[in-house]
């Protein structure tokens, strides 16, 4: 998840936890979710980084 988050920040031109903090990976990788429904109430994806990041994460994810 922390080489799929630097990826993203690099393209998009932001710090890494601007996409996800440290807090909201632990998370992912504590629960992992299998669908992009599965990632409501994580902390720190809300409506707006589910949208963005949702498929990437779960296919991430899936792929571990």
């Known amino acids: 998840m922390r ?6 920040s690099r393209e998009q031109g932001v ?3 601007v996409v996800f903090n440290d ?3 632990r ?3 504590e629960h ?3 669908s992009v429904d599965a ?3 994580i902390t720190g994806i ?6 963005a ?9 899936a792929a571990a």
């Open 3 to 8: 080489a799929w988050r630097a990826e993203q």
């Open 15 to 17: 710090p890494a936890y």
């Open 23 to 25: 807090a909201t990976l």
């Open 27 to 29: 998370a992912l990788a």
């Open 32 to 34: 992992r979710p299998t």
């Open 39 to 41: 990632l409501d109430g």
């Open 46 to 51: 809300g409506a707006k980084k589910r949208e």
């Open 53 to 61: 990041y949702g498929e990437a994460v779960v296919a991430v994810i």
